[in-house]
């Protein structure tokens, strides 16, 4: 018999950006609070998911224990490494602002729907990806569907994002989206 137990995770907010209606620059969450929240989570058997655009907070996070990275549009070399040797997840999630993107150039000028901020996070998270393949980072994939511009069933896209924006291998996204995401889920 199968036993499938989904893991429990909770989802803090610790930056703005990445399609959210709050600037990167905004701390939602203090770093005490994350703290504690990954404490208590952890104390409970449960892991911890951040919504985090920033370099600084990326690097708190994984520092504090954080289980899983979403979006991490700042992430450099320095981040690199400390999510590798942490052993991190990252779900860059690009078919987000990749879609966003797109519908503000068939839009046309004047649209203010993708900042030129949110295009060089897309541009510098494309560069970084290979670095990130090639450090060992633990990448998976997952967006932000069940909203008007992403819908359900666009999964697909998502892969062809990684491998025509960042030239990711095709093959390497299929790992992330089966060997690292059953490691993920604890499969």
Do not use: Q
């Not at 709050?22 to 969450?29: G, Q, R, T, Y």
């Not at 920033?54 to 996070?61: D, E, G, V």
């Not at 860059?92 to 295009?119: C, H, I, K, Q, V």
């Amino acid at each position: 018999t199968l036993i499938i137990r989904a893991p429990r995770l909770i989802k803090v907010y610790v930056t703005g950006g990445h399609g959210i209606h709050v600037p990167k620059s905004v701390e939602i969450a203090a770093r005490d609070e994350l703290e504690m929240a990954v404490e208590t989570a952890h104390a409970r058997g449960a892991r911890v998911r951040v919504h985090i655009s920033t370099k600084p907070r990326i690097l708190h996070a994984v520092a504090c224990g954080v289980d899983i990275l979403d979006h991490a549009d700042e992430m450099d070399d320095e981040c690199i490494e400390a999510i590798a040797r942490a052993g991190t997840f990252v779900l860059p999630s690009l078919l987000y602002p990749f879609t966003m993107m797109r519908n503000t150039e068939a839009a046309g000028t004047g649209s203010d729907m993708f900042s030129a901020e949110d295009r060089a996070d897309f541009d510098h998270m494309c560069r970084m990806l290979p670095k990130a393949v090639e450090a060992g980072v633990r990448l998976c994939v997952g967006d932000d569907y069940g909203s008007p511009i992403m819908p359900h069933g666009w999964y697909g896209k998502e892969l062809a994002v990684y491998t025509e924006c960042a030239g990711i291998e095709p093959l390497e996204v299929i790992r992330w989206a089966t060997r690292n995401g059953g490691l993920l889920m604890g499969e």
